[in-house]
C-alpha cells in the first residue's frame, strides 16, 4: 500500500525551528517529485516546496525562501523540511505529497501534521 | 506568479444534480490544471490532472475540461460523498498555485 506519514510538528515560539519529516512506504520513492503543501486553520491549500526525485532541484515559495529548506534522503524513503525563522502566519497543517509520474498532480498525501507558531 | 481563481465560492446542490466549478488562470498553463476534493480534517485527493484526464479510482461523474487560461470541473450526477471542498491547482510554473477553492454543500 502506497504510504505517507508525516511527523515533526508540534508549538513552536515565533523566530524558532522546526523540523519535519515524511516517510515514504509501498512505492518507488526515489522516482518521484515530492512537495509539501500547508492549509492554514480554515484555510485553502498553499503549495510550500518541491524537490525533484534525485534532490538535485527544489522550488519555494517566495515567503518562505531563505527560512524553509526541502531535502530527501533517498536511501531512508524520507522527506524532510527544515523550518526556520518560524512566523505566526507559517501556523497550518502541513502534508507531504508525492507527485504523479504523470500529470504533475499530487496523487498520494499523507495526514498532515500541525505546526503551531505562537508565544 | 500565476494566480488562480475559482467560481462560484460555494454552491448548494441536491444529490443528482450537475455541478460546474470554474477555474481561471492568469496566464496560459499549457493545461497543467489538477482538481483535488478535500473533506472536512482529511488530505486532499486528486480527482484530474492535466486539465481532462481522469485519475485512476475515480468515479467518472467527475470530468475536467478546458484550456487555455480557463478550466472546468463537472460532477455530471452528485453524489452524497461528493459533498466536499474542490481546488483547482496549476502545474505550469513555481509556484505551484491553488485557487481559493469551492464548497458544494447540501441545497
Known amino acids: ?119 | 506568479d500565476i494566480q488562480m481563481t475559482q467560481s462560484p465560492f460555494s454552491v448548494s446542490a441536491s444529490v443528482g444534480d450537475r455541478v460546474t466549478i470554474t477555474c481561471r488562470a492568469s496566464q496560459g498553463i499549457n493545461n497543467w490544471l489538477n482538481w483535488y476534493q478535500q473533506k472536512p480534517g482529511k488530505a486532499p485527493k486528486l480527482l484530474t490532472y492535466a486539465a481532462s484526464s481522469l485519475q485512476s479510482g475515480v468515479p467518472s461523474r467527475f470530468s475536467g475540461s478546458g484550456s487555455g487560461t480557463d478550466f472546468t470541473l463537472t460532477i455530471s450526477s452528485l453524489q452524497p460523498e461528493d459533498f466536499a471542498t474542490y481546488y483547482c491547482q496549476q502545474g505550469n510554473s513555481s509556484p505551484f498555485t491553488f485557487g481559493p477553492g469551492t464548497k458544494v454543500d447540501i441545497k
Not at chain 1, 492549509?39 to 503549495?47: H, N, R
Not at chain 1, 527544489?58 to 527544515?82: C, M, P
Open chain 1, 1 to 119: 500500500e502506497v504510504q505517507l506519514e508525516e511527523s515533526g510538528g508540534g508549538l513552536v515560539q515565533p523566530g524558532g525551528s522546526l523540523r519535519l519529516s515524511c516517510a515514504a512506504s509501498g512505492f518507488a520513492f526515489s522516482n518521484h517529485w515530492m512537495n509539501w503543501v500547508r492549509q492554514a486553520p480554515g484555510k485553502g491549500l498553499e503549495w510550500v516546496a518541491n524537490i525533484k526525485y534525485d534532490g538535485s532541484e527544489t522550488s519555494y515559495l517566495d515567503s518562505v525562501k531563505g527560512r524553509f529548506t526541502i531535502s530527501r534522503d533517498n536511501a531512508k524513503n524520507s522527506l524532510y523540511l527544515q523550518m526556520n525563522s518560524l512566523r505566526a502566519e507559517d501556523t497550518a497543517v502541513y502534508y507531504c505529497a508525492r507527485a504523479a509520474l504523470t500529470g504533475r498532480g499530487g496523487d498520494c498525501w499523507g495526514q498532515g501534521t500541525l505546526v503551531t507558531v505562537s508565544s
